[in-house]
């Protein structure tokens, strides 16, 4: 499983990822051939994150190394690069700016894949 993929699951659950929002349920009969798109429940990341057993005494909102410590996921400087190879940056050397950038483009895929996260983890 990607690293992406762990921190998602800690969040959203695995059966989340289970059910994509282009997942249909399957035609009815008498519906008039209609398939309906089943999608998950939002889930409030700020808020999930927060109610987390240790979330007050870790910076994840703005710390990738927090964030991945707070969901149980190794944080080291090979988990982190790995993390940044999957998000597009091949280039990620552990600096403050790339940990920065790798949080935000967290944020951001979290958002995609169903979270309701902050605009100022967008920016």
Do not use: C
């Not at 992406?4 to 051939?33: C, L, M």
């Amino acid at each position: 499983m990607s690293i992406f993929g762990k921190i998602r699951d800690a969040i959203f659950g695995k059966k989340h990822a289970e059910v994509t929002p282009t997942s249909t349920r399957g035609t009815q009969i008498g519906t008039g051939g209609t398939a309906t798109a089943e999608r998950p429940p939002l889930i409030d990341v700020e808020n999930h994150l927060d109610s987390m057993p240790g979330a007050n005494n870790l910076n994840w909102r703005t710390s990738i190394v927090d964030l991945m410590k707070l969901l149980g996921i190794d944080s080291d400087y090979e988990a982190r690069k790995a993390l940044a190879v999957e998000m597009g940056r091949e280039d990620y050397s552990g600096t403050a700016e790339d940990n920065v950038w790798l949080h935000r483009r967290v944020m951001q895929d979290l958002g995609k894949s169903g979270g309701r996260v902050p605009a100022e983890y967008l920016d």
